[in-house]
């Protein structure tokens, strides 16, 4: 991540590779601190896909989140969506990230787990995503009994994270399908 600041009213995020390595997480969290400590009058900030070659789930998640706590402080996110690679257009297209970003693109059923950005505390609706969306695709093979038991777990992290994070903008997920698993990665 590379955050421009030499127009200081009009930063430009270049958004690079985000993949599982513990070295992208920390670009995130070192991106979300320099974003935190931006004034008020230099958070319309212009978003480019050029240099990225590769947007797992966890940072569309993170992104996410990033960008509505931009407009939470009252700044703007421009989205040039030019710079997006067909790929990685095809699977936030697919996820519902587009589409919550203002992108005239609906969402579709594939191999995403839908983008999402909770507000509040609704059991319902995050059991039936997690039951439906996350569990229920079919992806593993599971007993109802399994099912229900993985989602209350995550039930638990979700209602931790709105309890525990004191989130103006509330929590962030998705998902995406592996084409392979490796227990000895």
Same mark, same amino acid.
């Given at each position: 991540?590379?955050?421009?600041?030499?127009?200081?009213?009009?930063?430009?995020? @270049?958004?690079?590779?985000?993949?599982?390595?513990? /070295? %992208?997480?920390?670009?995130?969290?070192?991106?979300?601190?320099?974003?935190?400590?931006?004034?008020?009058?230099?958070?319309?900030?212009?978003?480019? +896909? /050029?240099?990225?070659? &590769?947007?797992? %789930?966890?940072? #569309? *998640? +993170?992104?996410?989140?990033? &960008?509505?706590?931009?407009?939470?402080?009252?700044?703007?996110?421009? @989205?040039?969506?030019?710079? #997006?690679?067909?790929?990685?257009?095809?699977?936030?297209?697919?996820? $519902?990230?587009?589409?919550?970003? $203002?992108?005239?693109?609906?969402?579709?059923?594939?191999?995403?787990?839908?983008?999402?950005?909770?507000? %509040?505390?609704?059991?319902?609706?995050?059991?039936?995503?997690?039951?439906?969306?996350?569990?229920?695709?079919?992806?593993?093979?599971?007993?109802?009994?399994?099912?229900?038991?993985?989602?209350?777990?995550?039930?638990?992290?979700?209602?931790?994270? @709105?309890? /525990?994070?004191?989130? *103006?903008?509330? #929590?962030?997920?998705?998902?995406?399908?592996?084409?392979? &698993?490796?227990?000895?990665?």
């Amino acid at each position: 991540m590379l955050l421009k600041t030499k127009n200081q009213s009009n930063p430009i995020l @270049f958004v690079t590779k985000i993949d599982d390595n513990p /070295h %992208h997480f920390n670009k995130l969290f070192k991106l979300r601190d320099e974003i935190e400590q931006l004034p008020q009058d230099c958070l319309n900030i212009k978003v480019d +896909f /050029h240099y990225c070659e &590769f947007l797992g %789930h966890y940072g #569309v *998640a +993170f992104l996410g989140g990033l &960008f509505r706590l931009i407009e939470a402080r009252g700044g703007s996110v421009a @989205f040039d969506w030019n710079t #997006v690679p067909d790929k990685i257009r095809m699977n936030l297209a697919q996820n $519902g990230f587009l589409c919550d970003f $203002g992108f005239d693109r609906k969402p579709w059923d594939g191999n995403s787990i839908p983008y999402r950005n909770d507000l %509040h505390q609704d059991f319902n609706a995050i059991a039936d995503y997690l039951k439906y969306n996350w569990l229920g695709k079919d992806w593993v093979n599971i007993s109802p009994r399994l099912q229900d038991a993985i989602t209350g777990r995550v039930l638990e992290i979700y209602f931790n994270a @709105f309890d /525990h994070s004191q989130s *103006a903008v509330g #929590v962030f997920s998705c998902g995406q399908q592996c084409d392979s &698993f490796n227990l000895n990665k």
